[in-house]
């Protein structure tokens, strides 16, 4: 099974970015993969996703600061977070369908 290895999480200003990577053991190739995120105290929920085309889609909290893509060649999926707010705070994990999921990687927005 395709296990997933997510990086490039810590601690920023509130303003700032970060990026997030997701590589994949395996291929990615004809796999709709997404980024969830989970809060303390809070369900997971979903902040990314992208198609096998690159289709991407973003839920109104994240839309237009976050950036999912996608590097088929690499098995890696990226997020780009920019303009950072202490609510983005929380464990982000990687999505590969169907059904696996990374270890996660926090990401601490002070304000």
């Known amino acids: 099974q395709v296990q997933l290895v997510e990086s490039g999480g810590g601690l920023v200003q509130a303003g700032g970015s970060l990026r997030l990577s997701c590589a994949a053991s395996g291929s990615i190739l004809n796999r709709a993969m997404a980024w969830h995120r989970q809060a303390p105290g809070k369900q997971r929920e979903v902040v990314a996703t992208?198609?096998?085309?690159?289709?991407?889609n973003y839920p109104d909290s994240v839309n237009g600061r976050f950036t999912i893509s996608r590097d088929n060649n690499r098995n890696t999926v990226y997020l780009q977070m920019n303009s950072l707010k202490p609510d983005d705070t929380g464990v982000y994990y990687c999505?590969?369908?169907?059904?696996?999921w990374g270890q996660g990687t926090q990401v601490t927005v002070s304000s």
């Open positions: 999505y590969l369908t169907p059904g696996v």
């Open positions: 992208i198609s096998t085309g690159g289709y991407t």
